[in-house]
C-alpha cells in the first residue's frame, strides 16, 4: 500500500491552503501550527521555486487515546497535512496514519484509532480539494 495519500486540486496554493484550513476545523480537528516551508527556504537564501505549507493537526480526544496506550508514540504526532505546488499543479497530501502507527506498534486498539484518524483525514483532504 502507498505510504501516501496524495489528491491534486485545480485550487491554487492560497485557495487550497484556505480550504484545508476550514476543513481541518470542520472534522473537529485544531491546527496546532503551520510551517511554510517554501517561505522559510526562500528567506535563508536558497532558490527554491515551489510553495509548501505543513499544518500540524490535532484531534485531542485520538491523540490521548494513543498516548494513554503508548507514550513514547508522541514522537509521531500530531498529524501533518501538508499543501504544495509540484510544477504547475497544487497537491494536498499526507502520511498515511495508519501505515505509519502499524509500523510503530502492533497494538490493536492503536490500529483503531488510526483506522479513524486516516478516516478523517482523508475526510479533510478530500473537502479541501474539491
Do not use: W
Amino acid at each position: 500500500m502507498n505510504p501516501f495519500f496524495i489528491a491534486s486540486t485545480s485550487k491554487s496554493f492560497e485557495d487550497a491552503s484556505a480550504a484545508l484550513q476550514a476543513a481541518i476545523l470542520a472534522q473537529d480537528f485544531g491546527v496546532l501550527a503551520i510551517h511554510d516551508l517554501g517561505h522559510t527556504l526562500r528567506s535563508k537564501g536558497l532558490e527554491f521555486h515551489e510553495d509548501c505549507r505543513i499544518f500540524e493537526v490535532c484531534n485531542p480526544q485520538q491523540a490521548a487515546r494513543v498516548l494513554t496506550n503508548d507514550m513514547s508514540l508522541n514522537l509521531a504526532l500530531p498529524c501533518r497535512i501538508s499543501v504544495y505546488t509540484e510544477g504547475a499543479q497544487t497537491r494536498i497530501g499526507m502520511i498515511r496514519p495508519e501505515g505509519m502507527l502499524r509500523s510503530l506498534s502492533s497494538d490493536s486498539a492503536l490500529m483503531d484509532v488510526a483506522r479513524e484518524v486516516e478516516s478523517s483525514t482523508r475526510a479533510i483532504i478530500e473537502a479541501a480539494v474539491s
